[in-house]
């Protein structure tokens, strides 16, 4: 691993160091199947959505639950099956509804404010720019969409296509510093059990900077790797999840693909959400034993 951790060249400096477990939270009970982790990078609080009876649990900083909201059922601003989340900059949760097919914002107190209904076939991934724009994904329609709100009066301003003919595009990520776009492309199955993951960044004007799929990490990682989440570091490295072998990786920048930097190669049953906390903290959302870990430097 550590001649692989060099192939791409040494412009850009060491690899990120080896991490270790600082903080667990949640477990069953607490949290029930979570599928989606965001940060607030103002507060420190984390917004995870879950499967409980209500659908957003936030954490503070130091692991207390600061509040939940988010009703199952069938009212407006209820969540039917939340599938991801992100914080906005201006302190905003939203959310991708799969029950109904919409994204849905709230304040940090669990009012809604916003809910988008029109146009969408399967909202899934979403990461918000430091503007607070929200990128998304559109699993069945295979698109990325812009989405712009004053969330604060509960306003939509704009819900722009800014890409189509992806595959399946799930998981989605957004550089905090250059405005890149990475995101998973669940790829379909060619024989049973066969099916694989790619990843794809983008620029921020939506040039094609970089992709990686199963079968070509499978050339520099002796396994299959399933990738289920994606986050970028302050470096503009990109992390991705592999519920195969149980782990979080990190691919290098894009124009150094295929990097292969393991960051926690034990710990982790089912690693299904990623993102970064404003003091660099790497959280990890752990369906596996409905748990989200806490990682910092060693």
């Known amino acids: 691993p550590s001649d692989l951790g060099r192939s791409g060249g040494g412009a850009a400096g060491p690899a990120p160091a080896g991490l270790g477990l600082r903080l667990s939270l949640g477990g069953w009970g607490s949290l029930v199947n979570p599928t989606g982790v965001a940060a607030c990078r103002r507060s420190g609080r984390l917004a995870v959505a879950h499967d409980g009876k209500k659908r957003i649990h936030v954490f503070g900083p130091s692991g207390s639950c600061l509040q939940r909201f988010g009703e199952r059922g069938d009212a407006g601003n209820d969540i039917k099956y939340p599938l991801d989340v992100t914080v906005t900059s201006d302190g905003h949760v939203v959310v991708t509804d799969g029950g109904d097919r919409s994204v849905k914002a709230f304040d940090f107190e669990g009012r809604g404010v916003l809910a988008v209904r029109e146009g969408f076939c399967l909202p899934w991934g979403l990461d918000a720019t430091p503007e607070s724009e929200v990128i998304l994904t559109d699993s069945e329609a295979g698109a990325l969409y812009r989405l712009t709100a004053d969330f604060k009066k509960g306003k939509l301003k704009k819900c722009q296509m800014i890409r189509s003919q992806l595959i399946s595009p799930r998981g989605i990520a957004v550089s905090q510093t250059s405005g890149a776009i990475v995101v998973i492309e669940h790829?379909?199955?060619?024989?049973?059990?066969?099916?694989?993951?790619?990843?794809?960044?983008?620029?921020?004007?939506?040039?094609?900077?970089?992709?990686?799929?199963?079968?070509?990490?499978?050339?520099?990682?002796?396994?299959?790797?399933?990738?289920?989440?994606?986050?970028?570091?302050?470096?503009?490295?990109?992390?991705?999840?592999?519920?195969?072998?149980?782990?979080?990786?990190?691919?290098?920048?894009?124009?150094?693909?295929?990097?292969?930097?393991?960051?926690?190669?034990?710990?982790?049953s089912y690693p299904v959400g990623l993102t970064y906390m404003a003091n660099n903290s790497l959280v990890v959302l752990d369906s596996g034993d409905h748990s989200i870990k806490i990682y910092g430097s060693t």
Do not use: W
Not at 195 to 208: G, H, N, P, W, Y
Not at 225 to 243: L, M
């Open 187 to 268: 790829l379909k199955a060619q024989g049973p059990n066969n099916s694989s993951t790619r990843v794809k960044v983008f620029s921020a004007e939506m040039d094609l900077l970089g992709q990686m799929d199963s079968f070509g990490l499978s050339l520099v990682f002796p396994s299959k790797i399933y990738t289920t989440a994606v986050a970028f570091d302050k470096e503009g490295r990109v992390i991705v999840t592999d519920v195969c072998s149980q782990a979080v990786i990190c691919l290098g920048k894009p124009e150094e693909f295929p990097v292969f930097n393991p960051l926690i190669s034990h710990g982790l």
